[in-house]
């Protein structure tokens, strides 16, 4: 289980990786990037689902409030 939900929250900082290269938007680059590696040093599944939500909201976030 730990290991496909790594898999999703890489795929899906992949999309925000590529988004934030073609868009030049850092902050979603650096997320992106924050997720595809976090996985690896997390194994408990809780743990990783809560960062994983965390970093997934964090760039909606930073541009509602702070831009």
Do not use: T
């Not at 999309?15 to 938007?25: C, H, P, S, V």
């Not at 997720?35 to 690896?40: D, E, F, I, N, S």
């Amino acid at each position: 289980m730990g290991l496909f939900l790594g898999l999703v929250i890489s795929s899906i900082g992949l999309g925000y990786f590529i988004y934030g290269k073609k868009m030049q938007e850092p902050r979603f680059l650096y997320i992106g990037l924050a997720m595809m590696v976090y996985p690896y040093f997390f194994s408990n599944i809780i743990v990783m689902l809560a960062i994983g939500i965390i970093l997934a909201v964090n760039p909606f976030i930073i541009g509602r409030y702070f831009n």
